[in-house]
């Protein structure tokens, strides 16, 4: 099976812009989760998708956003960006279920916000 | 809220060498699974091991085992015959059954294994 893989892989955006990030999960995996790697931070959780819906949410203000396709890729989107959302964003997918719940990541996307 | 702690930021280890990462985290769960994770330098992070708490037996994969003390609420995994490739930052991860796809992290610990 394909592993999850992520979109694009680097990104150089300037203050104010805004940004799309894309996921695709390992096939047959429906929940995908985001999460944002920063020197400072650490791992922290933005949110989490399940059959197009979102389950769950970190502690991120309302410029990030995601969504989930019925295929179950998805997006997360950054507007407004500022130069704290520079990080490496990844990208985690899993069956969720009892026998599935360990995540497994993509390359992630490293965003440079200038 | 669910916290991990990793108390150790760096450790290093000789080749073929045993050792052992810590990891203590605080919950009032009953019900959850814990894992470590393993990023290479410039690499994707991948699973190592998992366990899940009801589970009395610790978990073992190869080289890799853990000791699950639920009372402690610590998880520390010991990597046995340490290899170069095993140098990574390895993070420790929580996740509540009832809270499928978000895992609560720990900071990391640098792993060197020196030849």
């Known amino acids: 099976k394909a592993g999850v893989t992520q979109t694009p892989r680097y990104l150089i955006k300037t203050r104010g812009q805004q940004v799309t990030l894309s996921c695709s999960p390992i096939s047959g995996h429906r929940s995908v989760s985001w999460y944002q790697q920063t020197p400072g931070q650490g791992l922290q959780f933005l949110f989490e998708?399940?059959?197009?819906?979102?389950?769950n949410k970190g502690n991120f203000p309302g410029r990030f956003s995601g969504r989930q396709f019925s295929n179950s890729r998805s997006e997360m989107n950054v507007s407004t960006l500022e130069l704290g959302d520079s990080a490496l964003y990844l990208c985690?997918?899993?069956?969720?279920?009892?026998?599935?719940?360990?995540?497994?990541f993509g390359p992630g996307t490293r965003l440079t916000v200038t | 809220a669910q916290t991990v702690t990793q108390s150790q930021p760096e450790m290093s280890v000789q080749e073929a060498e045993t050792v052992t990462l810590s990891c203590t985290y605080d919950?009032?769960?009953?019900?959850?699974?814990l894992f470590w994770y393993k990023q290479p330098p410039s690499r994707q992070m991948i699973l190592v091991i998992r366990q899940e708490a009801y589970k009395q037996q610790n978990a073992t994969e190869n080289r890799f085992s853990v000791n699950f003390q639920k009372a402690a609420k610590s998880f520390s995994l010991k990597i046995s015959d340490s290899q170069l490739g095993d140098t990574a930052m390895y993070f420790c991860?929580?996740?509540?059954?009832?809270?499928?796809?978000?895992?609560?992290f720990g900071d990391g610990t640098t792993l060197t294994v020196k030849p």
């Open positions: 998708y399940f059959s197009e819906t979102q389950r």
């Open positions: 985690a997918s899993s069956l969720a279920g009892r026998q599935g719940a360990e995540q497994y």
């Open positions: 991860a929580f996740m509540k059954y009832t809270n499928a796809g978000k895992s609560t």
């Open positions: 919950t009032s769960e009953n019900n959850y699974y």
